[in-house]
């Protein structure tokens, strides 16, 4: 095997596709795709990428919108509908934030803490009338509460500070005298 560039897959990848008969082509391409995959995805991170309450808000929701499926279809349209609201509304709520600053951020973050209130008031609920087991609501009660904490961290940030501008040239009038110009008649 070759050696090991900054690209290159890791070796049990690369054993696993060339072990395979008639893979050798796909391996191939593997090792080619995976050597161009950092320069094709390649991107400035934003700052979404790398707060962690995005990450776990995405899990969150990829966890619950499933789950809301076995929920019985008479309640599809009131209560369903409802806590889905709760849940995305509370993610448009803290990207809404992270765009914001000052007092706008601050009063999004408070809708999004709202709005985290009525999906964990929801999901106590579905727990009652037996939609989601005790497992389940184990599971999503421990996502919502480190939800709730990276919120709370959040809002008791204090505020970024503005870059400072740069020094301002001196005036033209301050530390240099002035010279009398000589009058056309002088000269």
């Given amino acids: ?10 070796e049990s990848i690369f054993l696993i596709l060339t072990l395979v008969p008639g893979t050798a082509l796909l391996s191939r391409f593997a090792l ?29 929701l990829t966890w619950l919108l499933p789950i809301t499926n076995h929920f019985p279809s008479t309640h599809r349209f ?12 509370f993610y ?14 601050t009063t999004h973050l408070r809708l999004a803490d709202e709005e985290l209130d009525k999906v ?3 999901l106590r609920l579905a727990t009652k009338w037996g939609w989601l087991s005790g497992g389940q609501y184990q599971h999503v009660a421990q996502m919502v509460a480190e939800i709730g904490k990276l ?10 500070q503005p870059l400072e501008a ?10 240099f005298k002035k010279k009398a110009l000589p009058k056309p008649s002088e000269v």
């Fill in 1 to 10: 095997m070759q050696g090991k560039t900054a690209f290159s897959p890791p």
């Fill in 32 to 60: 080619v795709w995976t050597q161009a995959t950092p320069f094709l995805n390649a991107r400035r991170p934003s700052l979404s990428d790398t707060m962690i309450i995005f990450t776990r808000t995405f899990d969150f």
């Fill in 78 to 89: 009131t209560f369903t509908q409802r806590l889905l609201d709760a849940a995305f509304n």
């Fill in 92 to 105: 448009e709520h803290i990207e809404t934030a992270n765009h914001r600053r000052g007092q706008e951020r």
């Fill in 120 to 122: 964990r008031i929801y």
């Fill in 151 to 160: 919120l709370g961290g959040w809002k008791k940030a204090p505020p970024p």
């Fill in 166 to 175: 740069p020094p301002l040239p001196p005036k033209a009038s301050e530390g």
